[in-house]
């Protein structure tokens, strides 16, 4: 008996801890995206759109290292 009630609250917990919250909109506006990405002819450089849902978005310009060259905040280009 004592192994059978071991086992059904093993069972349980980890049933509980395996739940994952559910999107909703709100969930979608607070990601990020990578857009306008590009590659320099040599490979050093790395550019690159963040847009941050329907908020602004940043330019990055990072090294092969991956360090931060250029962060520029607000750039779209609107045509």
């Given at each position: 008996?004592?192994?059978?009630?071991?086992?059904?609250l093993?069972?349980?917990?980890?049933?509980?801890?395996?739940?994952?919250?559910?999107?909703?909109?709100?969930?979608?506006?607070?990601w990020?995206?990578?857009?306008?990405?590009?590659?320099?002819?040599?490979?050093?450089?790395?550019?690159?759109?963040?847009?941050?849902?329907?908020?602004?978005?940043?330019?990055?310009?990072?090294?092969?290292?991956?360090?931060?060259?250029?962060?520029?905040?607000?750039?779209?280009?609107?045509?």
């Open positions: 008996m004592k192994n059978l009630f071991c086992y059904l093993v069972f349980l917990s980890l049933n509980l801890l395996g739940q994952k919250k559910i999107l909703d909109h709100p969930d979608f506006d607070i990020n995206s990578i857009q306008r990405s590009n590659i320099s002819s040599s490979g050093d450089y790395v550019i690159y759109s963040l847009v941050k849902g329907e908020k602004n978005s940043e330019l990055k310009i990072k090294d092969y290292d991956g360090n931060l060259i250029l962060k520029h905040d607000r750039s779209e280009n609107n045509r």
